[in-house]
């Protein structure tokens, strides 16, 4: 079956320590992104990945590291995280078609609620 | 700045009747318009999508119209079924050349009764 998986699906950690939400797609997809849920705020884009080893932050990337060293996993990392971190945070993936080009169709993960207290 | 706007946060239809939830958004660069299904507990579902060039697109129990007149888009579901409850996303991809960023509205739920 064709997904994207991350782990945890619940997180509740303690500020400043280190944690990482880990994503893999079994669908070969060659772009892959992170997403944060905010109340009246909507999906934003955290970071994407265009390919292995190409990585590129999105609208809101302060606080946060992503790393792509295979194209089926793409790990989301906070260093230091502090409360207004707290939120539901989604893993997309994307075929590309074409030349660059990513597909519309994203696949979602089922998302990881992360609460920093 | 970017922004994709529905216009109801929540609307509520009976069962077997047609839905039909509106969109605003202001990028005319955008080269797509997608829509999005989000159930609870779960990760957006992409519904369907349509072309800046284009100004209808049907899929199966979906249609999307697209107005760039007006910066409008909307979704309209056919025969409404209780498993079309959820929150609905219109999002848009905002450059050409797609970078994949798609940016998201804030969503309407859809509530329908039985």
């Known amino acids: 079956e064709a997904q994207v998986t991350q782990n945890p699906r619940y997180l509740i950690t303690v500020t400043g320590k280190k944690l990482t939400v880990t994503c893999s797609q079994n669908?070969?997809?060659?772009?892959m992104s992170w997403y944060r849920q905010d109340p009246g705020l909507g999906l934003r884009q955290i970071y994407y990945?265009?390919?292995?080893?190409?990585?590129d932050k999105g609208d809101v990337p302060e606080g946060y590291k992503v790393s792509r060293k295979e194209k089926r996993n793409f790990p989301l990392i906070l260093e230091s995280p502090s409360p207004n971190q707290t939120s539901l945070y989604f893993c997309?993936?994307?075929?590309?078609?074409?030349?660059?080009?990513?597909?519309?169709?994203?696949?979602f993960g089922q998302g990881t609620r992360l609460t920093v207290v | 700045g970017e922004s994709v706007g529905l216009h109801l946060p929540t609307l509520s239809v009976q069962e077997g009747d047609n839905s039909i939830i509106n969109c605003a958004y202001s990028?005319?660069?955008?080269?797509?318009f997608i829509w999005y299904k989000q159930e609870s507990g779960k990760g957006p579902q992409f519904i369907i999508d349509?072309?800046?060039?284009?100004d209808k697109r049907q899929g199966q129990r979906v249609t999307v119209l697209l107005n760039k007149t007006v910066k409008h888009l909307s979704l309209q579901i056919a025969a409404t079924q209780p498993g079309d409850s959820a929150v609905y996303f219109c999002?848009?991809?905002?450059?050409?050349?797609?970078?994949?960023?798609?940016?998201f509205g804030q969503g309407t739920t859809l509530q329908v009764k039985p």
């Open positions: 990945s265009m390919n292995v080893e190409v990585t």
């Open positions: 349509i072309r800046s060039n284009m």
């Open positions: 990028n005319s660069a955008s080269d797509y």
């Open positions: 669908m070969n997809h060659e772009y």
């Open positions: 997309a993936s994307s075929r590309l078609v074409g030349q660059g080009v990513v597909n519309t169709e994203a696949f």
């Open positions: 999002a848009e991809n905002p450059f050409s050349g797609n970078t994949g960023k798609l940016i």
